[in-house]
């Protein structure tokens, strides 16, 4: 699966996307990684962009060396 940068995913469908498990999605929006909206049963609505630019986000490991 490689999305387009346009399309509007869910939890399920990032974690079949990057191949992790729909915990470390939740997980990651807990952290920060950004919701676009939320569909009427709660059910984050992710975009695909935002989750490419979420992580590629610098950490402070990437300053040490």
Request: no cysteine; hydrophobic share 40%; aromatic share 4%.
């Amino acid at each position: 699966m490689n999305p387009s940068s346009e399309q509007l995913l869910e939890p399920a469908d990032v974690a079949r996307w990057l191949r992790v498990d729909p915990a470390w999605v939740h997980g990651a929006i807990a952290e920060g990684l950004p919701v676009l909206g939320r569909r009427t049963d709660g059910t984050p609505i992710l975009a695909v962009e935002d989750v490419r630019r979420w992580l590629r986000r610098s950490s402070p490991q990437d300053d040490t060396t």
